[in-house]
């Protein structure tokens, strides 16, 4: 088994919002992974005294948590026990009603002998690798299919289309949220590795079109996650001026990237 984890905040003197881990139960039938994107609120009202590494910390805690030790619980239940777990650290002194309440995109993934399970919500994605090399990408497109899509991630859309009807989803502090997840099961026949990613990292498809989904799988694969980390650092680098791909974004993102071989 191979497994890299990198994660780099995308501006060294601003704390680093994304939360990765993978989990490798004792018993060895399997594992789990967890990726967050923290969504960073642009003005400071967001009705909470906390930051949102503490909001991720939290979530992806006690993802890591129960994907690993509930595994009678789907990852929908987890995820929305997460979420109730989050808020109610925080329930008392903040106003969790505010549409910038603290939130992130979430993948989570959980293998054992017989399958792999997965949960997407917004904009970060899931890859999968199966045996002969099809590479399949597991997302949640909601957000691509707002108006200006491609010009906005779940960091910068507008508050008007987050968490509502037409709009798009992210774990804030409403479990029912859930129910809007990407989620399936595939054979565990079907997986030989996991590529697991931030939209820091998915911007060398979706952004600066580099390749395609399994060029991105490829490249992982041969130089690892924190290589994969640096092209898109370099590219960002060389496109900080004229901007032709970056538009609008931030030069540089918070990049996470999970890659596991089972
Ligand atoms: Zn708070």
Redesign the pocket.
């Known amino acids: 088994m191979r497994i890299e984890l990198t994660t780099e905040p995308g501006d060294p003197a601003r704390p680093n919002e994304d939360y990765a881990s993978v989990g490798l139960p004792a018993s060895g039938q399997g594992g789990s992974l967890v990726v967050l994107d923290g969504v960073t609120p642009p003005a400071t009202d967001d ?4 930051s949102v590494p ?2 991720t910390a939290r979530l992806g805690g006690a993802l890591a948590e129960l994907s690993a030790s509930r595994r009678d619980m789907t990852l929908r239940d987890a995820l929305a026990a997460a979420i109730v777990r989050t808020a109610d650290a ?1 329930r008392s ?2 106003d ?1 009603s505010h549409p910038r ?2 939130q992130a995109t979430v993948v989570l993934a959980r293998w054992d002998a017989a399958r792999v399970e997965y949960l997407v919500l917004s904009d970060s994605v899931l890859l999968t690798e199966a045996p002969d090399g099809t590479v399949r990408a597991l997302l949640d497109d909601r957000l691509d299919r707002l108006p200006r899509a491609g010009l906005v991630s779940a960091e910068v859309a507008d508050a008007t289309v987050r968490n509502k009807e037409g709009g798009f989803f992210t774990a804030a502090a409403d479990p029912t949220v859930v129910d809007r997840a990407v989620t399936g099961t595939l054979a565990r026949t079907e997986v030989r590795a996991l590529a697991a990613m931030t939209d820091g990292v998915t911007r060398w498809v979706e952004k600066f079109r580099e390749g395609d989904w399994a060029d991105l799988f490829t490249l992982v694969r041969k130089e690892g996650a924190e290589a994969t980390v640096a092209r898109v650092r370099a590219l960002e680098d060389a496109d900080a001026q004229d901007r032709t791909y970056l538009r609008r974004s931030k030069t540089h993102d918070d990049a996470s990237l999970v890659y596991v071989e089972l």
């Open positions: 009705g909470c005294l906390h503490w909001f925080h002194t903040c969790l309440t603290p």
